[in-house]
């Protein structure tokens, strides 16, 4: 249960993340970056969209699942198995993108975007507590 509240947590922080860059691409703004001033760059890169769907809207969905996914989890929705099952191929597939987008940024875009690498360390988390719980 305590994996399925932090990744029900990790799934909110990933959700307030990508509501925040959403509504900063569509008010055309700059989002503030923390760290460095790469952000715009990698955000209007052309990788910023995969199958011409924004990264942000991919990421805000796919949060939303996963929420959604723990929550059902928690109180126990049938078929429970279903549920843990779509929850760790999810995170897997999510956990694979999040790192080809942060070799992007590496080697390709040559700059760091401080909200992508902190919804990649959200969602390698998400993984993490994943592989090492019991319960899930």
Do not use: H
Request: aromatic content about 14%.
């Amino acid at each position: 249960m305590t994996a399925l509240a932090l990744i029900f947590t990790l799934a909110a922080i990933g959700i307030s993340e990508t509501v925040y860059l959403i509504r900063k691409r569509i008010a055309s703004e700059k989002p503030v970056c923390i760290l460095g001033e790469d952000c715009v760059t990698v955000l209007t890169s052309k990788y910023s969209r995969l199958f011409i769907i924004p990264n942000d809207v991919l990421g805000f969905l796919a949060y939303i699942v996963i929420a959604t996914i723990s929550a059902f989890l928690v109180i126990g929705v049938e078929p429970i198995y279903f549920w843990s099952l779509i929850l760790k191929i999810l995170v897997f597939v999510a956990s694979l993108i999040s790192l080809l987008f942060t070799y992007l940024q590496w080697r390709v875009i040559k700059a760091w975007c401080f909200w992508c690498l902190m919804s990649a360390f959200t969602i390698w988390l998400m993984g993490i507590i994943i592989i090492f719980s019991e319960s899930i």
